[in-house]
């Protein structure tokens, strides 16, 4: 005679599976996978009417406008982004701004990313001489850069470029930034995205020939709070920093008897921020 069969100890049920993050398609990935923060040297050089140059170092922030850091509350002083240091109307934040400014020249990313390089906020102030925004769609391709120039007059505005392959695109100048330089000649900037090393070039070319040359050079490392602070204690307010070098270089110049060039009126795009 057989024994009946035990029934089945009850099963635990299955403990819930998370949802998959979801993954970035390959170009989508480009740039900088989370903040960084690049050690630079940025050297100028003037070419015309008399040569001059030079270099400073500082440090930039390479950011997705989608996902900017929030730092903890005791070293929030020594980075901040703020819209109001971006383009010109209103929206509550960079990618609001940057997204009317395309859209008033017909281009919707859907949503792609976009990666800002420029300084932040340190105690407050802020100067970004020039800001580039790398435009990607959904699919992770290159829609187009904007590169954003602010002037020691608190003006600001911005070039639409259409890159090629490495980075090269061309653009008349039509914004009055140095005092020695007229509203006249055009562009040609090599704006590579960003990687390891940050290798941005702009060159001003007039009709006689190449005027002025930026270049700025940089080496990647992760935006941790460690680095920022030691990036703060080498280079003490940035920021103002760049700023008091670009005028303290422009006595320099007035004093060897270069001429200034009048400030035109404002445009619309230029502006003073709002």
Not at 150 to 167: K, P, V
């Amino acid at each position: 005679m057989t024994r009946p069969a035990r029934p089945a100890a009850p099963t635990a049920p299955a403990a819930p599976t998370a949802p998959a993050a979801p993954q970035a398609a390959g170009p989508q990935a480009a740039g900088p996978p989370t903040a960084a923060l690049y050690d630079c040297v940025i050297t100028h050089t003037r070419t015309t009417p008399l040569r001059h140059s030079f270099r400073h170092r500082t440090y930039l922030w390479c950011v997705d406008l989608d996902r900017l850091p929030v730092l903890p509350r005791p070293v929030r002083p020594l980075a901040h982004f703020d819209a109001r240091d971006h383009f010109t109307g209103e929206g509550g934040t960079i990618r609001a701004r940057l997204d009317a400014y395309l859209a008033a020249r017909g281009i919707d990313l859907h949503g792609g990313r976009v990666i800002m390089l420029a300084h932040a906020r340190v105690f407050g102030f802020v100067f970004n001489p020039l800001s580039v925004f790398w435009c990607h769609d959904r699919s992770g391709a290159l829609v187009c850069v904007v590169a954003e120039v602010h002037n020691t007059y608190g003006q600001r505005h911005c070039y639409l470029l259409r890159t090629d392959e490495s980075g090269e695109a061309t653009a008349d100048k039509e914004f009055y930034v140095s005092p020695f330089f007229a509203v006249e000649g055009g562009y040609r900037m090599r704006l590579p995205l960003p990687g390891d090393g940050l290798r941005l070039t702009v060159h001003l070319d007039l009709a006689e020939g190449r005027a002025f040359t930026a270049v700025v050079r940089g080496r990647r490392r992760p935006a941790t709070v460690p680095a920022l602070l030691s990036a703060a204690l080498r280079r003490p307010w940035s920021t103002a920093a760049v700023w008091a070098g670009i005028r303290r270089h422009g006595i320099a110049l007035l004093l060897r008897g270069l001429p200034v060039h009048p400030r035109p009126r404002s445009t619309p795009q230029e502006g003073t921020p709002s």
